[in-house]
């Protein structure tokens, strides 16, 4: 089963050995139409958006007005009504998904590690990419070059292990880092 989960920041544990650990907040979520293809439709509650949209599918699942964002999730074998959270235990294998950070356009030095050139005086050749290609053969850039332009804000996954889920607040402690900003939306899948 998928869960959403709201990034909350890094810590580590206290003990002979510390370890990183990533804090996530899994978000309350009711399960409103399952499907048979193994997904089921969720609402869940961010930020105070509102709209005639919104409202009508709270009408049409008997939601309040807390509930005011959709998303379709994997769960296999579902009823309508609350989320059931007995896959997140200490131990449990977990695949996460989140956004990395957005870095907007980037040069070839932040995006690909170039390295750059000489910072001496006369060189006019600093932090840019350089040649792209030659002149009469091939007479065009390859495919893949690596130049300048947007960097980040990509879905990456990861596996992971839960080393603590409390029920009650409904933090999960992951093992090592997540990408993404702190307060991110994304999704957490037990696998085993």
Do not use: C
């Not at 893949?144 to 009650?168: N, P, Q, W």
């Amino acid at each position: 089963m998928e869960y959403i989960a709201e990034k909350i920041g890094m810590s580590r544990t206290l003990g002979v050995k510390a370890r990183a650990v990533t804090l996530l907040k899994i978000r309350e979520a009711k399960i409103v139409a399952p499907r048979e293809d193994g997904k089921a439709l969720v609402a869940y509650s961010n930020a105070k958006k509102f709209n005639k949209a919104i409202a009508g599918a709270q009408k049409k699942y008997g939601l309040s007005k807390e509930f005011n964002r959709f998303a379709a999730i994997e769960a296999q074998n579902v009823a309508a009504g609350d989320q059931n959270y007995d896959e997140l235990k200490e131990g449990a294998v977990l695949k996460i998904s989140f956004n990395t950070k957005g870095r907007g356009f980037s040069g070839v030095v932040k995006r690909w590690n170039f390295q750059g050139g000489p910072a001496a005086h006369g060189s006019r050749f600093h932090r840019t990419g350089g040649s792209i290609g030659n002149r009469d053969e091939p007479g065009r850039v390859h495919k893949g070059r690596k130049m300048s332009g947007h960097y980040g804000a990509e879905k990456v996954t990861i596996k992971s292990e839960a080393l603590s889920f409390d029920g009650d607040g409904k933090i999960l402690v992951v093992k090592g880092s997540v990408p993404g900003p702190n307060g991110a939306l994304g999704r957490v899948k037990a696998v085993r």
